[in-house]
Nanobody, 115 residues
Framework: QVQLVESGGGLVQPGGSLRLSCAASGSIFSIYFMGWYRQAPGKQREIVAGITSGDSTNYPDSVKGRFTISRDNAKNTVYLQMNSLKPEDTAVYYC?????????WGQGTQVTVSS
């Protein structure tokens, strides 16, 4: 059974940085997309970063230039480096893997940006 385990969330002051990690356990193959999404209270879940098997990345304008997604294929792990954090970045962050045999979500990690 495949599980995605996230880590790295927490409380940070505005302007600070956090690095999220998401590692897959179990037998997982043919990952063609890895992404990070977030959901703030009362809002829909939105994508904040994605990376394809060809290393193409995409970001919404709200985080472009501040967030960077990267991955380690050997470890089936995806990272999200978040810099210059703002209070509006406060949300639960989820990782998401798309594979040829199915799609998987992490359990979510809370990121709170507050002074």
């Amino acid at each position: 059974q495949v599980q995605l385990v996230e880590s790295g969330g927490g409380l940070v002051q505005p302007g600070g940085s956090l690095r999220l990690s998401c590692a897959a356990s179990g037998s997982i193959f043919s990952i063609y997309f890895m992404g990070w999404y977030r959901q703030a209270p009362g809002k829909q879940r939105e994508i904040v970063a994605g990376i394809t098997s060809g290393d193409s990345t995409n970001y919404p304008d709200s985080v472009k230039g501040r967030f960077t997604i990267s991955r380690d294929n050997a470890k089936n792990t995806v990272y999200l480096q978040m810099n210059s954090l703002k209070p509006e970045d406060t949300a639960v962050y989820y990782c998401h893997f798309k594979t040829l045999s199915g799609n998987y979500w992490g359990q979510g990690t809370q990121v709170t940006v507050s002074s």
